[in-house]
């Protein structure tokens, strides 16, 4: 199973600044099948980046995802109110798929 | 509209069953795989298996399996995530989640369905 680690567990930032979020694997991953979803409280998670650098339908370009074989990024270029939340990354190339344990974003 | 819809929160006794639903729309139900993942309360998200309902291919997280059944019905466009025997730990939100196709992962996610397993 591959193991996903997140970094940092919570990263304090104001608005307008710039966030960077790291996602580790314990082996390597095909970058076609590393995804980032955001999810904020109270709500189901959705769909950010697929493919570790696309886009889903409907996400701002402040979001981006870069990376490859073991590390991947999101980054969120100008923090909006509405980016303060938990930002999980994905593997979905081998079985089992697996979630890192996620990164709140919080309001500095 | 891509619609996922789950049935209603659900309190069980421990060792009680329980099978909750996820109806879908707006799309070919035989066409994507749907999953289930869960969220313990304050904690991440996990992985536990997915269906493809055009053949009924299963595939479980080997923590999940034999722990929880997934099926599906084709005539009514619905999936199902069911236990024989539940537990004060299985209490959790449970999502629906649609593969989407190609190289998207997750797509479409249901709005959950919280199951508290309580003496």
């Known amino acids: 199973e591959i193991v996903l680690t997140q970094s940092p567990g919570t990263l304090s930032l104001s608005p307008g600044e710039r966030a960077t979020l790291s996602c580790r694997a314990s082996q390597s991953v095909s970058r076609i099948y590393l995804a980032w979803y955001q999810q904020k409280p109270g709500q189901a998670p959705r769909l950010l980046i697929y493919a570790a650098s696309s886009r889903a339908t409907g996400i701002p370009d402040r979001f981006s995802g870069s990376g490859s074989g073991t590390d991947f990024t999101l980054t969120i270029s100008r923090l909006e109110p509405e980016d303060f939340a938990v930002y999980y990354c994905?593997?979905?190339?081998?079985?089992?798929?697996?979630f890192g344990q996620g990164t709140k974003v919080e309001i500095k | 509209e891509v619609q996922l819809v789950q049935s209603g929160a659900e309190v069980k006794k421990p060792g009680e069953s329980l099978k909750i639903s996820c109806t879908t729309s707006?799309?070919?139900?035989?066409?994507?795989?749907i999953g289930w993942v869960r969220q313990m309360p304050g904690k991440g998200l996990e992985w536990m298996g997915i269906i493809y309902p055009g053949d009924s291919e299963t595939r479980y997280s080997p923590s999940f399996q034999g722990q929880v059944t997934i099926s599906a019905d084709k005539s009514i466009n619905t999936a199902y995530l069911q236990w024989g025997s539940l537990k004060a730990s299985d209490t959790a939100m449970y999502y629906c989640?649609?593969?989407?196709?190609?190289?998207?992962?997750?797509?479409?996610w249901g709005r959950g369905t919280l199951v508290t397993v309580s003496s």
């Open positions: 989640v649609r593969r989407g196709a190609a190289v998207i992962p997750l797509d479409y």
């Open positions: 707006g799309y070919s139900f035989t066409s994507n795989w």
């Open positions: 994905q593997q979905y190339g081998s079985s089992p798929w697996t």
